[in-house]
């Protein structure tokens, strides 16, 4: 009888290669979008009998401001995601998906991210992307995130202490640079 591992294997197999063909309108980079991946994955897995089921075992949801003064959402799921085989066997993989919006659709967002990810990283989908290793990012951090990082790390990656810290050090300022800075040098 087939397991889970197997049927992964020879799914993927079938699935080969699965290009950008999407276009991101605002910023003009290439995609590989959820439904071409879909097309691709379902008939493969459907074949095999297996099924994919998500938990979502950490959510960090934080409001954000654009440019132009537009409310929005920035989240961050950690989701645990089960293959299931039709002969009872699992494997288990987890991802993370973030994603940003001024509407409500930043956790469906961020969901679809992390679905994207464990899907082309458990059958091994070649990306046709540049190594990661290639480039060195410049770091030039901004200094808001910076200091909400720190903060995390000074509270030894407590989510809810970090951010109970932070909104008694800003004390409802405007945060700014100076002001996340200062909030930094006060837990130190």
Not at 31 to 39: C, K, N, T
Not at 83 to 106: L, N, P, Q, R
Request: glycine content about 6%.
């Amino acid at each position: 009888m087939t397991d889970i591992i197997t049927a992964l294997v020879e799914a993927a197999s079938d699935i080969g290669w699965v290009g950008k063909t999407g276009q991101n309108r605002e910023q003009g980079y290439q995609f590989r979008g959820f439904d071409e991946l879909a097309r691709r994955i379902a008939p493969a897995f459907r074949d095999r009998g297996i099924i994919v089921t998500p938990e979502v075992v950490d959510r960090h949801v934080e409001a954000i401001t654009s440019k132009s003064g537009t409310k929005g959402w920035h989240v961050i799921l950690t989701v645990r995601w089960t293959f299931y085989h039709t002969s009872g066997s699992s494997v288990i993989a987890t991802t993370v998906g973030e994603a940003s919006d001024y509407s409500d659709k930043a956790a469906n967002k961020a969901m679809t991210q992390a679905m994207k990810y464990v899907l082309t990283q458990v059958l091994l989908l070649p990306t046709d992307e540049p190594d990661p290793d290639e480039e060195t990012p410049e770091n030039n951090p901004d200094p808001i995130i910076w200091a909400k990082q720190e903060v995390l790390r000074l509270c030894d990656g407590d989510r809810e202490k970090a951010r109970e810290t932070w909104e008694r050090l800003v004390d409802g300022r405007d945060v700014t640079p100076d002001v996340a800075l200062e909030v930094v040098e006060a837990m130190r």
